[in-house]
């Protein structure tokens, strides 16, 4: 697990990924030309406020390579 820190409304947290969701997170913001903070800000807010984000950022991820 790899902790990543951001910030989100203004407020720092860290989200504990493994390295290759760190990884595609990374490629998948550069070829959307969108800063990781403003992606994990999108997951965030439309998630279900019952599902942990990071398991909320692995589901989107998984999704985004699936189309």
């Known amino acids: ?4 820190s951001v910030s989100l409304s203004g407020h720092h947290t860290s989200i504990s990924l493994e390295a290759e969701f760190i990884t595609a997170l990374h ?8 800063s990781i903070a403003s992606i994990i800000e999108h997951i965030d807010s ?9 398991s909320a950022i ?3 991820i ?3 390579f699936m189309n």
């Open 1 to 4: 697990m790899t902790k990543l």
């Open 27 to 34: 490629k998948i913001a550069q070829r959307e030309n969108k």
């Open 46 to 54: 439309n998630r279900n406020p019952d599902t942990n984000l990071s």
């Open 58 to 60: 692995r589901v989107w």
């Open 62 to 64: 998984l999704k985004k």
